[in-house]
């Protein structure tokens, strides 16, 4: 429809071993993702030309910059739905949230406001300064309080874990499970990015991909990724990677 891949590639996309995306921003003028309804509909369709058929979309939660409530997301996924619908775009989407751990999140799981990803996993987003304080039991008390199973959103992209590798097998360990970006692995973001991120996945600690998909220029990213030989280094390790398998609707 919006024809996204307009420019001519000598290279041809892989067939996907997965096909459901955890964690993009194509919820339209909710947060720093998708500013419009036709910004939004430009980036679901990229990814259905990528190959995918499942969307798990997950708007920003932050107490500082976008503090939004349930009814907010709502009424924007909604949007996106029903004008996917009416464009023709063949996706299946689910709803959830990207939490950022502060004051707001532990406010929403107290008053059992929350919406998780499908199979009671909730994809939490440390601040980029800093690790957290009390990270470690906060993130004990989601599983046996609340009994969510803590996805950490792209752990390869915070500096203060990247010059501390050691803290990835501790959080690891104690059942942290990793979503890594495919922007990161494409070197969209920096050199220490991608370094980290293909370590985190020779170690084994990648349990989920991501697009992480904002804008436009993201999926032909992801798209020179997937036609680089660097995208075997993921293949090979496709038997580690639960996005199509660890998801009950």
């Given amino acids: 429809m919006f024809g996204f891949f307009h420019k001519r590639h000598d290279q041809v996309l892989p067939e996907l071993f997965w096909h459901t995306d955890l964690h993009s921003h194509v919820c339209p003028g909710i947060d720093d993702g998708a500013q419009s309804v036709e910004r939004s509909l430009q980036l ?8 995918f058929t ?16 349930p009814a907010d997301i709502a009424a924007s ?8 619908l009416q464009a023709g775009i063949n996706m299946d989407f689910n709803c959830s949230a990207e ?15 929350v919406r998780p990803l499908p199979g009671n996993y909730l994809l939490v987003e440390n601040s980029w300064f800093q690790e957290p304080f009390g990270i470690d039991g906060f993130l004990f008390e989601l ?10 959103a792209h752990p390869e992209r915070y500096p203060y874990y990247q010059r501390h590798r050691e803290r990835y ?21 920096d050199k220490a990015c991608r370094q980290t991120a293909e370590w985190l996945l020779e170690q084994g600690y990648v349990d989920f991909i991501g697009s992480d998909i904002h804008r436009m220029r993201h999926l032909e990213s992801i798209r020179n990724y997937l036609c680089s030989r660097d995208y075997r280094k993921l293949e090979a390790k496709a038997s580690l990677i639960k996005n199509d398998t660890a998801f009950i609707s």
């Fill in 77 to 84: 996924y909604l949007s996106l739905t029903e004008h996917c």
């Fill in 54 to 69: 499942r969307m798990i979309v997950t708007p920003h939660v932050t107490d500082e910059t976008f503090p939004n409530t």
């Fill in 169 to 189: 097998a501790e959080l690891h360990a104690n059942s942290i499970l990793f979503q890594v970006n495919l922007l990161s692995l494409s070197g969209h973001y």
């Fill in 143 to 152: 599983r046996s309080v609340y009994g969510l199973i803590p996805v950490m």
């Fill in 99 to 113: 939490y950022r751990v502060d004051e707001l999140l532990k406010h929403y799981l107290e008053t059992g406001q």
């Fill in 44 to 51: 679901v369709e990229g990814m259905a030309a990528l190959g």
